[in-house]
């Protein structure tokens, strides 16, 4: 699940598609990526500004109902400020402060690509290497993506997979590991060419994930726990939400159920495909790494005595381009000055522009919380959003008020540019569902007895899909999550919804099956109803048929 597509962080249509903290350093004086001149001192931001800052947050978390939200904002190595905004959980006196930690999903994927640019510096693989030469069972539905794959390739989104291909493997919570769901990958289907444009996946960084782990010899976690987190001081990061601890600081999710009444969610744990997303961590913790990517690598000391976590020949190379996406028009008029000049994708990282300014940023999106983490590499400024419910024109709001404030500029009202863009989304959803209320032959029957429509359904990549007489009438359950559990009822002809009982999901979806000539059932496809659904429930790219029942004996 990711909030990253270009035309929800800054609201475009695609083409394609707390007192003020006292300043402290947390590293050492930094140092560019391409010399070592220090940059020239720029006034930061004073308290009167600061102020209006906090004013502006508690504004954009009303007007968008977000129970908590913190930020922090870096310049030159320093902490400018963190601050923690409204409720833990709704309803509740606990704030959010600094040291609040909060799931930043796919804000991980940049924590998988420093890994291994890390592993390379070792010495223990290159970013050139075939995926085969480290993965020798590796294998896409495509022999040859099979064999010329390359460890940067899974960082990339350009693998040929559509959209948020194979996320039902994973999303939500499955009971498939890691090197089941990479095994899947054989059977999920291309639907573009290799390299050829960009389309938003997580599987592959859990692929990315598994090269991390034969070359270091080492899991994951304990990766990212001695070799980064350590190092860095990040005490208040975990590696998921199981190792979440009793009395931990933590922000509760928010989600609109049936995308209308606000109610908090419950905990959901990335166990597998850890390296696409999963971490918990604070505004505080977040503060140290972007500190580090600004510096180049560098955690403290200066020049060839510098002690590093990577290379800057590593840091040019994640913040290099590997694959161009269209810049499209804006959805509202009011948000041209977030519209970049140019927009790719690194490794693990979005990269455009933002006032002259180049711009290297990413979001991450969970059940009832979103994130953004941007920064302006030739400025020293970074700036983090996390936030306790599912709308990123918030945390866009807040993010490019932030940027404007330490630029010095002003002249955009990025809460009404974000409102008026929320409200098309919204009227365009409700639009959708018009068109579908008035296609539909509400008198129309299913051509077969409800019950024959019950049965074990399978599909290649994902596995059973069954549907059973409950209580109720028809429900579906998917064998490998448990969430996905939901009633079923007649829409029209054969065509049915879907209704999850999580009512949080906000993903329900029409249910179709094709008839033989026979008058059997040969396929069931599924697509999510709303256009507000998650592009994770990838349940378009299923291609699920009916398992035959054993003959008897």
Same mark, same amino acid.
């Given at each position: 699940?990711?909030?990253?597509?270009?035309?929800?962080?800054?609201?475009?249509?695609?083409?394609?598609?707390?007192?003020?903290?006292?300043?402290?350093?947390? /590293?050492?004086?930094?140092?560019?990526?391409?010399?070592?001149?220090?940059?020239?001192?720029?006034?930061?931001?004073?308290?009167?500004?600061?102020?209006?800052?906090?004013?502006?947050?508690?504004?954009? &978390?009303?007007?968008?109902?977000?129970?908590?939200?913190?930020?922090?904002?870096?310049?030159?190595?320093?902490?400018?400020?963190?601050?923690?905004?409204?409720? &833990?959980?709704?309803?509740?006196? /606990?704030?959010?402060?600094?040291?609040?930690?909060?799931?930043?999903? #796919?804000? /991980?994927?940049?924590? =998988?690509?420093? *890994?291994?640019?890390?592993?390379?510096?070792?010495?223990?693989?290159?970013?050139?290497?075939?995926?085969?030469?480290?993965?020798?069972?590796?294998?896409?539905?495509?022999?040859?993506?099979?064999?010329?794959?390359?460890?940067?390739?899974?960082?990339?989104?350009?693998?040929?997979? *559509?959209?948020?291909?194979?996320?039902?493997?994973?999303?939500?919570?499955? +009971?498939?590991? =890691?090197?089941?769901?990479?095994?899947?990958?054989?059977?999920? %289907?291309?639907?573009?060419?290799?390299?050829?444009?960009?389309?938003?996946?997580?599987?592959?960084?859990?692929?990315?994930?598994?090269?991390?782990?034969?070359?270091?010899?080492?899991?994951?976690? @304990?990766?990212?726990?001695?070799?980064?987190?350590q190092p860095l001081g990040m005490d208040e990061t975990r590696f998921n939400s199981d190792d979440l601890k009793p009395g931990?600081?933590?922000?509760?999710?928010?989600?609109?159920?049936?995308?209308?009444?606000?109610?908090?969610?419950?905990?959901? #744990?990335?166990?597998?495909?850890?390296?696409?997303?999963?971490?918990?961590?604070?505004?505080?913790?977040?503060?140290?790494?972007?500190?580090? @990517?600004?510096?180049?690598?560098?955690?403290?000391?200066?020049?060839?005595?510098?002690?590093?976590?990577?290379?800057?020949?590593?840091?040019?190379?994640?913040?290099?381009?590997?694959?161009?996406?269209?810049?499209?028009?804006?959805?509202?008029?009011?948000?041209?000055?977030?519209?970049?000049?140019?927009?790719?994708?690194?490794?693990?990282?979005?990269? *455009?522009?933002?006032?002259?300014?180049?711009?290297?940023?990413?979001?991450?999106?969970?059940?009832?919380?979103?994130?953004?983490? +941007?920064?302006?590499?030739?400025?020293?400024?970074?700036?983090?959003?996390?936030?306790?419910?599912?709308?990123?024109?918030?945390?866009?709001?807040?993010?490019?008020?932030?940027?404007?404030?330490?630029?010095?500029?002003?002249?955009?009202?990025?809460?009404?540019?974000?409102?008026?863009?929320?409200?098309?989304?919204?009227?365009?959803?409700?639009?959708?569902?018009?068109?579908?209320?008035?296609?539909?032959?509400?008198? $129309?029957?299913? $051509?077969?007895?409800?019950?024959?429509?019950?049965?074990?359904?399978?599909?290649?990549?994902?596995?059973?899909?069954?549907?059973?007489?409950?209580?109720?009438?028809?429900?579906?359950?998917?064998?490998? /999550?448990?969430?996905?559990?939901?009633?079923?009822?007649?829409?029209?002809?054969?065509?049915?919804?879907?209704?999850?009982?999580?009512?949080?999901?906000?993903?329900?979806?029409?249910?179709?099956?094709?008839?033989?000539?026979?008058?059997?059932?040969?396929?069931? &496809?599924?697509?999510?109803?709303?256009?507000?659904?998650?592009? $994770?429930?990838?349940?378009?790219?299923?291609?699920?048929? %009916?398992?035959?029942?054993?003959?008897?004996?």
């Amino acid at each position: 699940m990711r909030i990253t597509t270009l035309a929800l962080a800054v609201g475009l249509t695609l083409a394609a598609a707390m007192p003020l903290q006292a300043q402290q350093a947390v /590293t050492a004086p930094p140092v560019r990526i391409d010399d070592t001149m220090a940059p020239l001192p720029r006034p930061t931001p004073d308290a009167a500004q600061l102020r209006e800052f906090d004013a502006y947050v508690d504004a954009v &978390r009303k007007q968008f109902d977000v129970p908590g939200i913190a930020v922090a904002i870096v310049q030159d190595g320093k902490i400018v400020m963190e601050r923690g905004y409204g409720p &833990r959980e709704m309803g509740k006196p /606990t704030q959010v402060d600094a040291h609040t930690m909060f799931a930043i999903a #796919s804000n /991980t994927k940049a924590f =998988t690509s420093a *890994s291994l640019n890390m592993l390379q510096d070792d010495g223990k693989l290159k970013l050139t290497d075939r995926v085969i030469d480290h993965l020798p069972w590796f294998r896409m539905s495509d022999p040859y993506i099979t064999h010329e794959m390359r460890i940067r390739d899974l960082l990339a989104h350009r693998s040929g997979l *559509s959209l948020g291909a194979g996320d039902l493997l994973y999303w939500p919570t499955t +009971t498939y590991s =890691t090197r089941e769901v990479a095994e899947h990958l054989k059977d999920v %289907p291309l639907t573009g060419g290799f390299r050829e444009q960009y389309a938003y996946d997580n599987i592959l960084f859990g692929v990315a994930q598994l090269v991390i782990e034969q070359a270091s010899g080492m899991p994951y976690k @304990q990766f990212l726990q001695t070799r980064i987190w350590q190092p860095l001081g990040m005490d208040e990061t975990r590696f998921n939400s199981d190792d979440l601890k009793p009395g931990d600081n933590v922000a509760t999710g928010h989600a609109r159920y049936d995308f209308k009444d606000l109610r908090p969610v419950g905990v959901t #744990s990335w166990r597998n495909v850890s390296g696409a997303g999963g971490i918990y961590s604070s505004v505080h913790d977040l503060t140290k790494w972007m500190n580090l @990517q600004l510096a180049g690598g560098v955690i403290s000391g200066e020049g060839d005595s510098a002690k590093r976590l990577f290379t800057a020949a590593r840091q040019r190379e994640m913040w290099t381009m590997l694959t161009p996406i269209p810049v499209g028009k804006p959805s509202v008029p009011e948000l041209a000055p977030a519209v970049p000049n140019f927009f790719g994708y690194g490794q693990g990282w979005d990269l *455009s522009d933002y006032a002259g300014n180049r711009m290297v940023w990413h979001t991450g999106g969970w059940p009832g919380q979103v994130s953004r983490l +941007t920064l302006l590499p030739d400025k020293r400024i970074g700036v983090i959003v996390l936030t306790s419910a599912e709308l990123g024109v918030a945390f866009n709001a807040v993010t490019y008020r932030a940027l404007d404030m330490m630029l010095g500029r002003s002249g955009t009202d990025w809460l009404a540019a974000y409102g008026k863009s929320y409200a098309k989304s919204q009227a365009d959803a409700d639009d959708s569902w018009q068109k579908h209320l008035a296609k539909r032959d509400a008198d $129309s029957k299913p $051509s077969l007895a409800l019950a024959s429509y019950a049965g074990t359904y399978r599909d290649p990549w994902y596995g059973d899909v069954v549907i059973r007489q409950g209580a109720k009438g028809l429900e579906m359950q998917f064998s490998k /999550t448990a969430e996905l559990l939901g009633d079923i009822s007649h829409w029209q002809h054969d065509t049915f919804i879907v209704r999850w009982r999580d009512r949080g999901l906000n993903a329900d979806a029409f249910v179709n099956f094709t008839l033989d000539a026979d008058g059997a059932i040969s396929e069931m &496809r599924i697509e999510p109803v709303s256009p507000l659904t998650d592009f $994770s429930f990838d349940f378009q790219d299923l291609r699920l048929v %009916p398992v035959k029942a054993p003959a008897k004996s």
